[in-house]
C-alpha cells in the first residue's frame, strides 16, 4: 500500500502576523502533523510548527509562532506527515506582516 501523496494544498492570500492561524485547504491532509516555513528561496528553513488536520482531510490548521523575530516578508509554508521518512506538501507562498 503506498502513502497517498499530499496535494498542493491552498492558503488564503492574507497577510499573517504573528500568532496568527493559517488554514490550508486541499485534499489527503488527514495524515499531516506539522508545518514548516522556509524563507522565499524554498530552501532555507525558518521554524517547524505542529499542524492539525480536520476529520474530512481537506483542511489543516497551523499558526504563525509568536514571536518569531521575523519582519514583514513573502515565506514558503510546506506541511507534512509523520511518516518514516516524512511526506510533504508542495510549498505555497504566504505573507508575513508586523503585529
Known amino acids: ?3 497517498p501523496q499530499i496535494q498542493i494544498p491552498t492558503v488564503d ?3 499573517f502576523a504573528p500568532g496568527d ?14 508545518a514548516t ?3 522565499q528561496d524554498g530552501k532555507t528553513e525558518l521554524y517547524t510548527v505542529s499542524a492539525n488536520a480536520n ?3 481537506t ?10 523575530n521575523l519582519g514583514p516578508q513573502r515565506v514558503k509554508l510546506a506541511v507534512f ?7 510533504y ?5 504566504v505573507t508575513f506582516v508586523n503585529a
Open 1 to 3: 500500500m503506498s502513502t
Open 21 to 34: 492561524d493559517i488554514v490550508l485547504a486541499g485534499t489527503n491532509l488527514e495524515m499531516v502533523t506539522n
Open 59 to 68: 483542511e489543516v490548521s497551523t499558526n504563525r509562532r509568536n514571536p518569531d
Open 13 to 15: 492570500d492574507g497577510k
Open 55 to 57: 476529520g474530512k482531510g
Open 89 to 93: 506538501s508542495n510549498k505555497v507562498d
Open 37 to 39: 516555513f522556509y524563507k
Open 81 to 87: 506527515t509523520n511518516d518514516s521518512p516524512p511526506v
